[in-house]
């Protein structure tokens, strides 16, 4: 598709398991940024990469984060040992620029998690 | 740090209304400035930007001006429609930043 695709949608884990967020770009888009969205509120920023390389990661809330963009283009973010305050929708953004507040980034539909 | 404030909803507006949803920002030097809009079950949409002072960003009759004196970027529309109730997301990246920054939204409401 021409979007951003990320999977899986909805994903429930219990508390103190690890899971993998996929997220697929759009094709030649240079960046890549993860979100986190609580229910109510704006998305806040996690991480950012340009091609392979992750240059910013201030908004990892914790080391049991962890994103990795290997090939430059399809984008995992794992979390080990899931809490609680880990539930909220996930969202991927991409973006062709390679300079700063220049293209708009776009978004895909985000992935629903819920720990139990 | 670099914050976004908007109004907070739900704004609830009769079609052909008049609409104007606050935002107001922090950041350092020379923000852009974005409204995203989330439509029921579907993802975040950019629905318009302004990367200078005094710059207007327009699109699908929606218009906000960048106003750096006043900190602000609030969202306009002439006459709403009830295709227009959704969320709406004022978001800025700082200076040399790539990050979005957003505020938490303000959902619309327009009834028939």
């Known amino acids: 598709g021409a979007g951003v695709s990320q999977s899986p949608r909805y994903k429930v884990a219990k508390r103190g398991q690890d899971v993998a967020l996929r997220c697929d770009p759009i094709?030649?888009?240079?960046?890549l940024f993860w979100y986190q969205q609580a229910l109510g509120q704006g998305p806040e920023f996690l991480t950012y990469f340009q091609n392979e390389a992750q240059l910013d990661k201030s908004g990892l809330p914790s080391d049991r984060f962890f994103a990795e963009r290997p090939e430059g283009s399809v984008s995992t973010l794992k979390i080990q040992r899931t809490q609680q305050e880990d539930s909220a929708v996930y969202l991927c953004?991409?973006?062709?620029?390679?300079?700063?507040?220049?293209?708009?980034?776009?978004f895909g539909d985000g992935t629903r998690l819920s720990i139990l | 740090g670099d914050s976004v404030t908007q109004m907070e909803g739900p704004v609830t507006l009769s079609e052909e209304a008049f609409l104007t949803i606050n935002c107001t920002y922090t950041a350092t030097g020379y923000p852009s400035l974005f409204w995203y809009v989330q439509y029921p079950g579907e993802g975040l949409q950019l629905l318009l930007k302004?990367?200078?002072?005094?710059d207007k960003g327009s699109n699908k009759g929606f218009e906000a001006t960048y106003r750096k004196e006043t900190t602000s970027f609030h969202l306009e529309k002439g006459s709403v429609q009830v295709s227009d109730s959704a969320v709406y997301f004022c978001a800025l990246t700082g200076t040399g930043r790539r990050a979005l920054t957003f505020g938490s939204g303000t959902r619309l409401q327009v009834q028939p």
């Open positions: 094709s030649g888009h240079v960046s």
């Open positions: 302004a990367t200078k002072a005094d």
């Open positions: 953004a991409s973006s062709l620029d390679r300079i700063p507040g220049g293209q708009p980034q776009h």
